[in-house]
C-alpha cells in the first residue's frame, strides 16, 4: 500500500484546499487560473520537463477535483469556464474516475530483472526452476529471455541471495479485476465495464495519474445558497479525526451542514435485517449467504462472479438506510455521504435517496478551508447513540459480528472472512461462487455466512483515507467504546 505521507497525497489536498477556500470567499473564479503557478512557482524545482508542464498537469488535476473528466478537455476551456460549467450542474458525471495521461509514466510492463547482487552460483535454482527455460549465464550473471518469461515468479522465490527483483506496473498490480491495460501509446486505460470502483489503482499510482472527480464543489455550492444540506459520515471517519462522540457533529455544523446523521443508526437497520435474511435463508436449506454493505464486492460478483450472486443479501447498505432516513425526515434535504469509499460514489449514483458522495480527504478540505480543528470543538449534543456492533462495521469482521449478536440462536453461524479484495480475494469469491453452483461441496467447516470487505482492514483502510490503517483502528476501538447503547439479540 503506497504510503499516505506522499507527494501526490500531499497535492490532490493542496488543490482540494486551495479550490473550497476560493470557493466559500466567493473568489474562485477569479483565482482558479493562478493555482498551477502558485503550486509551481517560476524559480522552483519541477518535477517534470519543465515548470509549464508541471502547471499544464496542474490544471487537469483542477478540472478532477471540480468536478470533470481530463479526458473531454480539449484545451478551449479556461479554469474558469469550468467552475461556470460547475455552477449550474447538477453534479458530477459518469464515470467518477478520470486518467490523466499526462501525468500517467507509461511503465514498462510488469517483468523481473536480475540485479547485480546476482553470485552465478553453481546451484543454480532460478535456472532449475524456471519452467519455460527463460534464463541462462551470461557474462557472469544470469539473464532472463523476456520473450520466454511468463512472469510466474519462481525465479525471485529461489534465489537465495534475492537478487532478482520485480519490477510492478503499481496500478495493474493493485487491480484485482484486470480492469487497467495499456493502450497503443503504453498509457494506462480502465475498462470501466470490469472496474469494481475498489480505487486500489488511485492509491497505488506514484504519479497520481488515476483521479476520483470530486463532488465537493457542488456540496459547498448548495451549503452558500442556504440549502438544507444534511451530512451522514460513516464511522470510519471518526477514526481519521481522532474524534470523541460529538466533536465531529460540532465540526459539521460549523461547517455548514443543517444536521447531522452518523451511518452507523442505518447499520443498525442494516445488521437487523441481514439478522433476519440469514436466519430465513438457513430455514430454507441455503448453503451460503454474504454480507452486502460494501459495494465494492457487490459489483464484483455482478461483473465478476455471477455464480455467487443468489447469495448475496438483498438487504441493501448502510449508506442507502440513512439516506432513507434523513429523507423520510425532511424529504426536500440535500443528503451527503461521508465516507473513505471511491466505491460508495458509484453507489451513490444509483441511489435516489443520495444526492452526493465526498471523502474524508474532501471533508478535510472543507474543514481547512473553514479554518475548523475537530479535536477542539465541543460535543454537540447527539441523538439516540447507535450500537457498538454497528459503529465496528469500519473493520474487518465487524458485520459479521453485527449479525452473530442478533441472531435467535447464534450458534448456527459459521463466519467466513474475506479480508480485501486483491487478488486472492477474487480466488476465494471464485470458490465460494463454486460451491453456490454446486461444483464444489461444503463441508461441515465451510462458512454460511461471509462478510467481504474490499479494503484490508475494512472501511478504515478505504482509497481515500488521511490516517493510517492501524492507527485509525486504535481510534476506531475507543469511538466504538464511547457512548454507545449495548447490543442486544
Known amino acids: 500500500m503506497l504510503n499516505l505521507n506522499n507527494r501526490t497525497a500531499h497535492i490532490k489536498r493542496d488543490i482540494l484546499e486551495r479550490l473550497a477556500r476560493y470557493q466559500i470567499e466567493g473568489t474562485l473564479r477569479d483565482k482558479v487560473h493562478n493555482i498551477p503557478a502558485e503550486m509551481a512557482p517560476k524559480n522552483s524545482q519541477p518535477t517534470s520537463c519543465c515548470i509549464y508542464h508541471d502547471r499544464a498537469i496542474l490544471r487537469m488535476r483542477i478540472m478532477a477535483r471540480l468536478g470533470f473528466s481530463v479526458e473531454d478537455d480539449t484545451g478551449e476551456f479556461r479554469l474558469a469556464d469550468y467552475v461556470d460549467a460547475a455552477t449550474e450542474r447538477e453534479k458530477p458525471t459518469w464515470p467518477m474516475i478520470t486518467v490523466l495521461d499526462e501525468a500517467c509514466n507509461a511503465c514498462v510492463r510488469t517483468r523481473y530483472l536480475v540485479t547485480n547482487a546476482c553470485q552465478s552460483c553453481l546451484a543454480q535454482p532460478c535456472i532449475m526452476n524456471c519452467a519455460k527455460k527463460a534464463i541462462e549465464i551470461k557474462n557472469g550473471r544470469s539473464c532472463i529471455d523476456e520473450s520466454k518469461c511468463v512472469n510466474c515468479g519462481l525465479c525471485m522465490q529461489n534465489c537465495p541471495y534475492h537478487a532478482i527483483i520485480k519490477i510492478p506496473v503499481p496500478c495493474e498490480e493493485a487491480c484485482p479485476v484486470g480492469a487497467i491495460s495499456k493502450n497503443d501509446k503504453g498509457k494506462e486505460t480502465i475498462n470501466y465495464d470490469k472496474c469494481i470502483f475498489c480505487g486500489n489503482c488511485m ?143 458509484r453507489e451513490g449514483f444509483d441511489d435516489d435517496f443520495v444526492n452526493y458522495v465526498i471523502s474524508v480527504e474532501e471533508l478535510g478540505a472543507l474543514f481547512a478551508a473553514k479554518d475548523i480543528d475537530v479535536a477542539t470543538e465541543e460535543c454537540a449534543e447527539l441523538d439516540a447513540p447507535p450500537t457498538a456492533s454497528a459503529r465496528s462495521f469500519a473493520a474487518s469482521g465487524g458485520v459479521a459480528n453485527a449479525v452473530k449478536l442478533r441472531l435467535k440462536n447464534p450458534d448456527i453461524l459459521r463466519a467466513g472472512i474475506i479480508d480485501g479484495l486483491d487478488k486472492d480475494g477474487m480466488k476465494k469469491l471464485a470458490y465460494y461462487g463454486k460451491i453456490q453452483a454446486g461444483v464444489l461441496k461444503p463441508t461441515d467447516e465451510t462458512p454460511n455466512l461471509v462478510e467481504v470487505m474490499a479494503c484490508q482492514g475494512g472501511c478504515i483502510a478505504g482509497p481515500c483515507v488521511v490516517t493510517n490503517p492501524k492507527v485509525a483502528a486504535v481510534q476506531l476501538k475507543k469511538y466504538v467504546e464511547a457512548g454507545v447503547k449495548p447490543d442486544q439479540n
Open 203 to 345: 492509491r497505488e499510482c506514484p504519479f497520481g495519474a488515476m483521479m476520483d472527480k470530486s463532488q465537493l464543489f457542488d456540496v459547498i455550492k448548495h451549503i452558500m445558497n442556504g440549502k438544507n444540506v444534511v451530512a451522514m459520515y460513516a464511522p470510519a471517519i471518526a477514526a481519521q479525526f481522532r474524534t470523541k462522540p460529538g466533536q465531529l457533529e460540532g465540526a459539521l455544523k460549523k461547517a455548514g451542514f443543517s444536521r447531522i446523521y452518523e451511518v452507523a443508526k442505518g447499520a443498525d437497520i442494516c445488521a437487523e435485517k441481514e439478522a433476519r435474511e440469514f436466519e430465513k435463508r438457513m430455514a430454507e436449506g441455503e448453503k451460503l449467504m454474504t454480507t452486502s454493505c460494501c459495494s465494492a464486492y457487490v459489483r464484483a460478483v455482478k461483473v465478476h462472479v455471477p455464480d455467487l450472486l443468489p447469495c448475496v443479501s438483498d438487504t441493501r447498505s448502510p449508506m442507502h438506510y440513512t439516506a432513507e432516513l434523513a429523507k423520510t425526515e425532511n424529504p426536500d434535504c440535500i443528503t451527503v455521504f461521508i465516507g473513505p469509499c471511491l466505491a460508495k460514489r
